[in-house]
């Protein structure tokens, strides 16, 4: 007969086939993490070749060769890594067989970029122009299918860890009848390990740096995790359970509730569930912000779960928009320096055409007038200069606030005589700070420029605009009142907020938000408002110390 096996060795026998299961989920796990490591890179350098084909286009477009030429290094060595590493099926044939051919258009995008950069080919930049959009098109077809082939093979070993658990757990069953029997407290002790697997993913939703709202078929919301608390300022307790979906979304999107999810997605212009879209949220305060939104599913028929996983890009979104009124500024600069370049020759002939008449007048009262004319073309000289050392692009350095402030003064100073606004300065301040002295007259003319629309809406009689500049023990204070009536809004912070302007005739300012925005990020100073009587007056506050 055969002898049993003895107990030892059945227990080493299991101990060494859950050892090997571990190993190999080991090794699955870490061939997953490879595997998305791997597709987030190709991913990555996809996303970056659109950058760059954008860039290559915008420096083109306005000549910044500087610039131009590394961010085609930069695109060709990316491309180079595409290429380079293995592909899926789709994805060679995207690049490399018909009808696309995408490796052979991003070479020739990249041959007309090295064209222009080095020879300023015309023919070149007509084809970057001509090409950028569909070069973009292609490159997001890339993207998509990197995104799929990291889909495919995360879907891939995903199943073998499936198949890894199920044996794992016959293994584990097998263990209690023939092994574990006679310590089942043990056996308990090792039940309640794997319910903590549960807590785990709680742990990692909780955790998540994005909003993540689960709802089930009936749009009741089944998951609120702490950023989704941070950003919208419900608690979980206001919200779980309940059918709250639309206290987060403005009213224009009630036809999630009306009409349910599929017909929401179509208003955000999204064919199916994993697109990502952007529309405006809503917090508990009231106020409205951007957010990037996806849904995903899970589970089947009664149990059907929508995903919402939520990014507040409100911060992206104003990036964006410094980036536009950066190149705004770059953009008048640069027409100005145009103008300068014309005006500079002519001017200079009408001044040396004076001084010659000059010289052979005799008449006491023609002379003067000359002399009244080469004023006159003086200060035109002068102009051109104020603004174009106002526009121009200029790097950190030590400067005095007061030449920041008359820099201002000096772009506003027709406006101020024409609608008679008298000006009261007083400029004591004798500190230097470090930073960008353009920068500081921006934020001056955003404020003056406010001021003299306010004088000129509400018709001021006697308006009066008056600039202090003075040193405190720790700061330089600058202080800008008027007698335009002070701000009419419940909540005088408020015209600081982004997304907010009720002027409806452009400026070449930069806005109070982003008044404030340059306050506090290049000067680590703040700038407040309060009503006084009459008026208003703004207070910045300036750190001696900035820069140190």
Known sequence: ?????????????????????????????????????????????????????????????????????????????????????????????????????????????????????????????????????????????????????????????????????????????????????????????DTKDLTSQKDYS??????????????????????????????????????????????????????????????????????????????????????????????????ENETIAIVANIQDITKEKLKDQLLQQQAKFAALGEMIAIIAHQWRQPLAELNFNCMYIRKKLHNKELIDDISKNEDIIQFMSDTITNFQNFYKVTQNSTFHPVLSVNQALKIVESLLRLNQINLIKELKSNITIFGNSNSLSHVVLSILQNIIDVVKNRQIENPMISISLKDTKTHIVLKIKDNAGGIQIESLDDIFKPFKSEKKTPSTGIGLYMSRLVIQSKFKGSIEVANIENGAEFTIKLPHNLGI
């Open 1 to 189: 007969m055969f002898k049993p096996i003895s107990f030892t060795k059945r227990y080493v026998f299991a101990l060494s086939l859950i050892a090997l299961l571990s190993t190999l989920a080991y090794f699955n796990l870490d061939h997953l993490i490879s595997s998305q490591a791997d597709n987030g890179k190709m991913i990555y350098l996809s996303n970056r070749q659109k950058i760059f084909a954008q860039k290559i286009a915008f420096y083109s477009i306005y000549y910044k060769i500087k610039e131009l030429e590394p961010m085609i290094k930069e695109m060709e060595e990316s491309h180079k890594q595409l290429t380079g590493t293995p592909m899926s099926y789709e994805l060679r044939k995207l690049y490399f067989q018909k009808p696309v051919f995408l490796n052979r258009k991003v070479e020739l995008y990249l041959f007309h970029a090295k064209r222009f950069d080095s020879t300023r080919d015309g023919r070149s930049l007509t084809y970057l122009l001509q090409h950028s959009n569909m070069i973009l098109e292609n490159l997001d077809k890339a993207v998509n299918l990197y995104l799929l082939k990291a889909r495919n093979d995360t879907s891939k070993l995903k199943q073998v860890e499936l198949f890894i658990f199920i044996f794992t757990l016959f293994t584990l069953f097998f263990e209690a009848i023939f092994i574990f029997r006679p310590a089942n407290k043990r056996i308990k002790q």
């Open 202 to 299: 709680n742990a990692v939703i909780e955790s998540s740096t994005n909003a993540i709202i689960t709802l089930d078929r009936d749009l009741r919301i089944r998951t609120f995790n702490k950023m989704a608390e941070r950003i919208f300022g419900f608690s979980k307790e206001e919200m779980l359970n309940q059918s709250a979906f639309d206290k987060i979304v403005p009213m224009q999107y009630k036809i999630l509730h009306d009409e349910g999810i599929d017909e929401f997605l179509k208003t955000l212009n999204l064919d199916e569930i994993g697109e990502v879209g952007e529309i405006d949220a809503i917090n508990k305060k009231g106020r409205i912000f951007p957010i990037r939104i996806s849904f995903g599913t899970s589970g």
